[in-house]
């Protein structure tokens, strides 16, 4: 297969980055196409500790072409810094490693300034944004005041309409958010030097991951986030501002409807979720803090600690049905060494009804039990695993039961951070 969509069905953090990283060994072109500096995908290669949140993973591979697409909103500064630290360790050298849209929305400091005013504003009711700005740079690209890198072109009429946003802004954050404004002689001046820095990148994306896709190059859509923090599919609104499903893949790079040819979900062996809204697996027991702890279950973001919970069926299948799943990579399995016995969620219950299947609308989703099924665990180490036969006969049932109630088949199982930790059992690139 050529055109290959990675995407999270959980809610984020499933451990993407390692995959993509993987398979960008395959890939020609790497795209990013949802999202912004809101992802964070970890990558660990020969020990050293990497943290992508714009740029696409395939940028630790020499020679790959890394795509940010139009459906992502970019925070210039933190590009530049991602940008910086990615030279400055021997990757991105090559003249075509890094693509930047024309038509990618900017996610400015006073997006960031409103995010986080919001959210102090709302107190107990917070979203748990990363306060990165996210949320209010689409607001901005709905609302069709958004700035774009093409405007970056013409700086006078890019300037003008900075200032005019700006005033709006700053009524905004002074009189209703009450927090300080953002001066405009400042922001104006720094936008030369995101102008100067980033416009060698900006490249009219969508026609060359066609002309990729035409000329038969392996593509990799790298989605970000997860399902269950979709705007339209996930828990609303305890959610992300962008669809994160792999149909996003087509409106936010350019290619083209029945182009992709495979979908790979991302799924960890149990589930985690940073900031607020429903989790129905959540676990508040000492085992929780002990996957925590475990699975360095802290959000690469923020640093907050993620809350934990046992794998749920019900999100997976809901997860694995919208995205039109060709194969899922489980990650994670070595963190339930040693806990015993493991559960995973076969359907919810709530006043007498049972739910095979998500309720409609996600409604009630903080409500409802969690149906539990007990499995043995495994005590075994399973460092060194390449190949499910090293597995333990446990940690292969545990697999198998997943399989049978997602009815989608395992491409990988992660074993592991290092890109080696991963039994790869079909890859979609071969
Ligand atoms: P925002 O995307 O910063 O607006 O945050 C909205 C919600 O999505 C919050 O609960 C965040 O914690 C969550 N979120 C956004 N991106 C990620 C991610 O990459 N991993 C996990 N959670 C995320």
């Known amino acids: 297969m050529k055109t290959v969509a ?21 890939a020609d072109v790497v795209v990013r196409f949802q999202g912004g500096n809101n992802a964070a995908h970890t990558l660990v290669v020969d020990g050293r500790k990497f943290i992508l949140r714009l740029v696409p993973a395939g ?21 530049i810094e991602e940008i910086d630290h990615l030279r400055a360790n021997g990757f991105l ?54 700035l774009r890198f093409a405007d970056l072109v013409d700086f006078r009429s890019f300037t003008a309409r900075l200032e005019r946003n700006l005033a709006e802004k700053n009524a905004y954050l002074k009189s209703v958010l009450k927090t300080k404004p953002i001066p405009a002689a400042d922001l104006v001046q720094s936008m030369k030097t995101v102008r100067k820095r980033l416009i060698p990148y900006l490249a009219d994306t969508a026609s ?27 828990t609303y609104p305890y959610v992300t501002s962008s669809n994160c499903l792999a149909a996003a893949a ?30 129905p697996t959540e676990i508040k027991t000492a085992v929780g803090k002990r996957l925590r702890e475990e699975g360095d279950e802290f959000g690469s973001a923020t640093g907050r600690p993620r809350r934990i919970g046992w794998f749920d069926a019900v999100l997976a299948r809901h997860a694995l049905r919208l995205n039109g ?23 919810y219950e709530r006043g007498g009804q049972r739910y095979d299947e998500m309720p409609p609308g996600r409604l009630g989703l903080d409500k409802v039990r969690p149906l539990y099924e007990e499995l043995p665990g495994w005590h075994q180490s399973l460092q060194g695993a390449r190949t499910m036969a090293d597995l333990p006969p446990q940690a292969r049932r545990y ?21 080696e930790a991963t039994i790869m059992i079909s890859n979609p690139f071969r």
């Open 6 to 26: 990675v995407v999270g069905t959980q809610w984020g953090d499933e451990g993407k980055g390692k995959i993509v990283d993987l398979l960008a060994a395959d």
């Open 93 to 146: 050298h090559g003249e075509n490693s890094l693509r930047l849209s024309y038509d990618a929305h900017m996610v400015m400091p006073y997006h960031r300034a409103i995010d986080r005013g919001r959210e102090a504003r709302l107190g107990r009711n917070a979203i748990g944004t990363t306060g990165f700005g996210i949320g209010p740079a689409y607001e901005d690209k709905v609302a069709r005041s958004g």
């Open 325 to 347: 799943v060709w194969g899922l990579a489980l990650t994670k399995l070595d963190v339930l060494t040693g806990i015993d016995p493991l559960k995973i969620c076969i359907a």
């Open 59 to 79: 940028a630790l591979h020499p020679g790959k072409t890394c795509v940010i697409g139009n459906g992502t909103v970019v925070d210039p500064f933190a590009l």
């Open 399 to 419: 697999l198998e039961r997943i399989t049978e109630l997602t009815g989608v088949s395992l491409a990988m199982v992660g074993t592991g951070a290092a890109r």
């Open 208 to 234: 060359f991951v066609y002309a990729a896709y035409q000329a038969g190059k392996r593509i990799l859509f790298e989605g970000a986030h997860g399902t269950m923090l979709d705007i339209d599919y996930g």
């Open 250 to 279: 087509h409106a936010g790079s350019g290619l083209p409807p029945g182009k992709l040819d495979a979908v790979l979900g991302i799924s960890k062996a149990y589930t985690t979720r940073v900031g607020g809204g429903p989790f």
